[in-house]
């Protein structure tokens, strides 16, 4: 019986210390660059450059109240990679992918709510194929 325990303890603790190493993999990839203040003091955008591709940015921007407004990569001073935007109550107001400064892929448009509202897919130069 302590034997069975024993092994469940192990295995608990290499799934845990697993999940802890996957979140802190995650954070050590960026790299905090620059963060705007406003006079207050209140954040307003931070800059962040990932550790295995400096040319990448990561890009947050905050509403007044402190939440999130929008995240997004840019590379060489480009829209590069997935952007989402918020709404002030932190609900997904957007999402889609980016490549030299143009839409890419399939992009969905949400409510207020939550609810998803529009779903357009973008050609590689950033043309609307199909809208749904």
């Not at 995650?26 to 963060?35: G, H, I, P, W, Y």
Request: aromatic residues 12%.
């Amino acid at each position: 019986m302590s034997r069975s325990i024993s092994h469940f303890s192990g295995l608990f603790l290499f799934i845990i210390t697993g999940i802890c190493g996957c979140i802190q993999d995650e954070q050590s990839k960026l790299l905090l660059r620059q963060v705007m203040r406003e006079e207050n003091g209140r954040v307003q955008k931070r800059v962040y450059r990932l550790a295995d591709n400096p040319s990448v940015e990561r890009i947050e921007v905050y509403y007044d109240n402190g939440k999130l407004k929008e995240v997004y990569y840019r590379k060489d001073g480009q829209l590069e990679g997935e952007r989402t935007l918020f709404f002030e109550n932190g609900m997904v107001s957007e999402t889609g992918s980016w490549h030299n400064d143009n839409r890419v892929g399939e992009f969905r448009y949400y409510r207020v709510d939550g609810k998803l509202d529009c779903v357009q897919h973008y050609g590689l130069l950033g043309s609307m194929e199909e809208a749904r």
